[in-house]
Nanobody, 127 residues
Framework: QVQLVESGGGLVQAGGSLRLSCAAS????????MGWFRQAPGKEREFVAALRGSSGTTSYADSVKARFTISRDNAKNTVDLQMNSLKPEDTAVYYC????????????????????WGQGTQVTVSS
């Protein structure tokens, strides 16, 4: 049974940093497509970042580009999201997701294309 568990969320002041981690179990995701999404209150879930394990290709939403970095640790079977220069508008529940398929393009940013999801971790950025 595949399980994704996020950790690392919390409360931080604007301009601060947080590092989220997604621990995967049940299978190895070293070559898989992994993604981070977020959902703010009253808004739809949106794409944050994705990583193609087989090539190391990464992609980011424009709103987080140059501030967030997605990476993986194959030894630990985790995918991390380093978030710097946080803004109040980054406040949301952050979800880790994974695909069964190794295909990356064209829909790596579509949440409907992911098969496995974590339970989410709250990130709150105060102004």
């Amino acid at each position: 049974q595949v399980q994704l568990v996020e950790s690392g969320g919390g409360l931080v002041q604007a301009g601060g940093s947080l590092r989220l981690s997604c621990a995967a179990s049940g299978r190895t995701f070293s070559s898989a497509v992994m993604g981070w999404f977020r959902q703010a209150p009253g808004k739809e879930r949106e794409f944050v970042a994705a990583l193609r394990g087989s090539s190391g290709t990464t992609s980011y939403a424009d709103s987080v580009k140059a501030r967030f970095t997605i990476s993986r640790d194959n030894a630990k079977n985790t995918v991390d999201l380093q978030m710097n220069s946080l803004k109040p508008e980054d406040t949301a529940v952050y979800y880790c997701a994974a695909r069964r398929s190794f295909d990356y393009y064209p829909n790596y940013a579509e949440d409907s294309s992911y098969d496995y999801w974590g339970q989410g971790t709250q990130v709150t950025v105060s102004s």
